[in-house]
Each structure stands twice: as C-alpha cells, then as structure tokens.
T-cell receptor
Framework: DAGITQSPRYKITETGRQVTLMCHQT?????MFWYRQDLGHGLRLIYY???????DKGEVPDGYVVSRSKTENFPLTLESATRSQTSVYFC????????????FGPGTRLLVL | QKEVEQDPGPLSVPEGAIVSLNCTYS??????FMWYRQYSRKGPELLMY????GNKEDGRFTAQVDKSSKYISLFIRDSQPSDSATYLC????????????FGQGTILTVHP
C-alpha cells in the first residue's frame, strides 16, 4: 500500500544504546522531515532533507543523526539514547518546497529507560 | 517565547456546538498557515491551509488568518464526536521556508 511508513512502531531501549528509527515513503517526495512530539511542546523539527544526500538541522537536532542515501528512506539515529529522548517520533514527507502539505507517518513511540 | 502559541486546552464541548480554536504567531514573515488534525495515536493530517490573510471555508470548517494581529483561527460548526482530536496550527514562510513551525496543539473533545 502506498504511503509513508515508520518502523518500529514501539521501541524500548536503555540509556546509552544506539537506536535507529526507520521511515519509508512511496511517493518519491523530495522533502522529508523528522519531528518529535512531547506534551506541552507540540511537534518540534529535528532534521529535514530536501533531497537525497541533502540534510539540515531543525529546532532540536542534538543527539540525533540522519542520512538520506535514497529518496524514499530517511532513517533517524539516536547515537547514545538519553531519557530526555523518550518521545513520539513522526516522519513526514512533502513534494512542495513550501511544505504546507506534509504527509505524516503513524509515529514511533520510544521509551528510554 | 515560542514562534507559534496555541492554548493546549483541553476543550470539551457538546455535540452541535461551534468550536473556536486559536493561535498567535510572532514572525511577520510567515505567509502560509495550516491546521492539522491528529487523532489519538495517529500522525497529524492536513485539514486546511491558507495563504496570507483571509478566510477559507471547507464544509463545517473555516480557517481565518489576520496578519495584522498575527492571529490564526479555526472554526468548526455543528461539531460532531468524530471531531474529537488534537488540532495543531502551523505556519511557514520567510526564513523558515520549507519548514513548518507548529503550535502546541489543542485537545478537543465533542461529547454526544
């Protein structure tokens, strides 16, 4: 089924471990985004990408790494997970530079113990 | 100060009520204004978007932007229990071109 998918949907990890969250879209959208959603903060942009091999920092990039070797994939890696990274992570994509219409994945709930 | 401020609520209304959701923003360069709806344990989905000032209507939903006061509103007429969700306002434009800035989201419950 076409769309944007994220995996895993739920993840429990321990402090200090490396975790990679996957995002895959089938629309060939140029733009992809990673957000985290926390109570009281809404959605905050972590990283975004305008095309394969082009990425840039968002509002809260510290502790995260992204890559985009293929248009359809945009993995997010937590290099050394911390409790403050416990959150719900959403991936999104857009075919417009204005990005007013972003299509979101179902989210990954991450718990760092 | 956040660039986009939104009252998180929660807001609880009876079925059939008119709902008013509001946001304020600080960056006068913002040109695009969006409302996203997010059901529990789902990703946000675009509900409406408006370019610059003015009103836009789509069925029971009306989006309103007043750039002079930096105020964004979403009105829901004849609210239904299926409208129960979190509503997020978002803006784009200026130096944030290509990126959205979201408000905190307002949790709305419409009870039968």
């Amino acid at each position: 089924d076409a769309g944007i998918t994220q995996s895993p949907r739920y993840k429990i990890t321990e402090t200090g471990r490396q975790v990679t969250l996957m995002c895959h879209q089938t629309w060939s959208h140029s733009y992809m985004f990673w957000y985290r959603q926390d109570l009281g903060h809404g959605l905050r942009l972590i990283y975004y990408s305008a095309a394969a091999d082009i990425t840039d920092k968002g509002e809260v990039p510290d502790g995260y790494v992204v890559s985009r070797s293929k248009t359809e994939n945009f993995p997010l890696t937590l290099e050394s997970a911390t409790r403050s990274q416990t959150s719900v992570y959403f991936c999104a994509s857009s075919d417009s530079r204005r990005s007013e219409t972003q299509y979101f994945g179902p989210g990954t709930r991450l718990l760092v113990l | 100060q956040k660039e986009v401020e939104q009252d998180p609520g929660p807001l609880s209304v009876p079925e059939g009520a008119i709902v008013s959701l509001n946001c304020t923003y600080s960056n006068s360069a913002f040109q695009y204004f969006m409302w996203y709806r997010q059901y529990s344990r789902k990703g946000p989905e675009l509900l409406m978007y408006t370019y610059s000032s003015g009103n836009k209507e789509d069925g029971r939903f009306t989006a309103q932007v007043d750039k002079s006061s930096k105020y964004i509103s979403l009105f829901i007429r004849d609210s239904q229990p299926s409208d129960s969700a979190t509503y997020l306002c978002a803006t784009a434009g200026g130096t944030s071109y290509g990126k959205l800035t979201f408000g905190q989201g307002t949790i709305l419950t419409v009870h039968p």
